[in-house]
């Protein structure tokens, strides 16, 4: 459902918006709607290194030897 907002801009950036929904062929309205969603799904995603950050730390012995356990496991 679409809901209608008035919105103050200065006169020289409508402008220079209008000419490119000329342009690209579309509305002032649609770039508008377009820049709004690609702001919200930019707050929604959580970046990778927030999610690495994130992980818990593994349960392993300090001396334990990832590289040596991996060949002695895939390597027989």
């Known amino acids: 459902m679409k809901a209608r907002v008035n919105l103050t801009l200065d006169r020289d950036i409508?402008?220079?918006?209008r000419i490119l929904a000329e342009k690209r062929k579309t509305s002032v309205s649609h770039?508008?709607?377009s820049y709004l969603r690609s702001i919200i799904k930019k707050q929604r995603g959580q970046s990778v290194i927030d999610i690495v950050e994130g992980l818990k730390k593994p349960?392993?012995?300090?001396?334990?030897d990832l590289k040596e356990a991996y060949y002695k496991k895939h390597l027989k």
């Open 14 to 17: 409508l402008s220079q918006v």
């Open 31 to 33: 770039i508008v709607e």
């Open 59 to 64: 349960d392993l012995p300090e001396d334990l």
